[in-house]
């Protein structure tokens, strides 16, 4: 899963977007910069310093102003009529949503993806390269919202007999399944796989596409993907070397 795919699904969990508010609006941080933090579990010093430096110059130079514009959009502005202020503000609010991927893929570049065991220790040191520090306990609320979401643990093992608790029980549900109806799944399954796919093109493609239900989408098909090859497996004897 890519870093904005990730950023993605946390923002949407409880807890996640109101700790990051709070963090942007009352102590200054970037959410953007404090994901990526948890998602690399980035400890080296000078790292965190970088991509502190390369944050601070969007957020200042291109996030700030567009989020101050989008913010300004909210009340009635004559002689502007209410539905092409509306319309505008969407405008804007897309183009902060496209800024902000870019920040973030940018960011996923700099180090591949550990995603921190202790979300907490990621966020104090990412802060603390930011400028001043927040309160802890701003912080806190952050790295319990994500680490109740389970965002941030580690990846299974790539191994086919590894897998998650989820996963064994989704495995559990079909292995004493026939095998005609595992086919007659698996089928339906990769049709809706390729449904999505389609859905995500066409959705990319307009002018100024809904960049959060295209993310919804992606991690629909991620979660098809994984239940695609759990089945692909039972139908597939084990090689024994």
Not at 13 to 31: S, Y
Not at 39 to 49: I, K, M, T
Not at 97 to 120: I, Y
Request: charged letters at 25%; hydrophobic letters at 50%.
């Amino acid at each position: 899963m890519s870093l904005w795919d990730w950023a993605v699904a946390a923002y949407e969990r409880p807890g996640v977007a109101d700790a990051c508010l709070d963090l942007q609006d009352a102590h200054g941080q970037n959410t953007c910069f404090l994901l990526w933090a948890v998602w690399s579990g980035a400890a080296d010093a000078g790292l965190l310093e970088r991509a502190a430096e390369a944050a601070q110059l969007w957020e200042s130079e291109v996030l700030g102003p567009l989020r101050q514009v989008r913010r300004a959009l909210k009340a009635s502005t004559p002689p502007l009529a209410e539905a092409a202020r509306e319309a505008l503000r969407e405008e804007v609010k897309a183009a902060e949503l496209k800024v902000e991927q870019a920040l973030l893929e940018a960011l996923g570049r700099l180090v591949p993806a550990r995603r921190s065991e202790n979300p907490l220790q990621a966020l104090q040191a990412a802060a603390k390269a930011w400028g001043e520090p927040p309160p802890d306990e701003a912080l806190a609320r952050l790295a319990d919202a994500l680490s109740v979401a389970q965002l941030y643990a580690p990846k299974p093992s790539a191994h086919h007999g590894a897998s998650t608790p989820r996963n064994a029980a989704m495995l559990d549900d079909t292995a004493d399944e026939p095998e005609p109806a595992l086919r007659a799944r698996l089928a339906a399954l990769k049709q809706e796989h390729a449904d999505l796919d389609t859905a995500v093109q066409a959705m990319a493609a307009v002018p100024l596409p809904d960049l959060l239900a295209i993310g919804r989408l992606k991690r629909k098909k991620l979660q098809l993907k994984d239940e695609i090859a759990r089945i692909e497996d039972l139908l597939t004897p084990d090689i024994i070397a």
